[in-house]
């Protein structure tokens, strides 16, 4: 992924928990955790009022390398094919710092066409 730089990526959940868990792995002490979630949550709220950057001080210390792992570039991602995460995508929301839409339906039929509209950030 990082050679590809991709700007949308389109991605089942599983692999979404994946990133997440492997992100949390990496945070291997309760006080390196407590920072991750911290800054989850405070550039959560930025997503949450409709500020979505990639270079906000949250980004240039904490999700930089997150994001880097995925090529830097990255605008939207389109997840569906199974429920997702409510902590997962608001985590990685606030962390990649570009917009995760759920699509809702069929793949094969109409999951293109039932999105979650922007700037409605609730799972589910």
């Not at 792992?69 to 990255?74: A, H, N, P, T």
């Not at 429920?83 to 608001?90: D, E, F, K, R």
């Not at 069929?106 to 950030?121: I, L, M, N, V, Y």
Request: with cysteine; proline share 6%.
């Amino acid at each position: 992924m990082k050679a590809l730089r991709p700007t949308i990526f389109p991605v089942v959940p599983r692999l979404l928990n994946r990133m997440y868990d492997k992100i949390f792995s990496q945070a291997n002490t309760p006080l390196k955790r407590w920072l991750l979630n911290f800054a989850a949550k405070r550039k959560g709220a930025e997503v949450s009022s409709g500020i979505i950057r990639m270079d906000s001080l949250w980004d240039k210390i904490f999700f930089s390398k997150i994001q880097a792992s995925l090529g830097g570039r990255l605008r939207m991602i389109v997840t569906g094919a199974a429920p997702a995460s409510p902590t997962v995508l608001g985590f990685l929301r606030a962390a990649l710092g570009c917009q995760v839409y759920e699509a809702y339906g069929q793949t094969e039929c109409t999951a293109g066409c039932t999105f979650t509209t922007p700037g409605d950030w609730t799972s589910g």
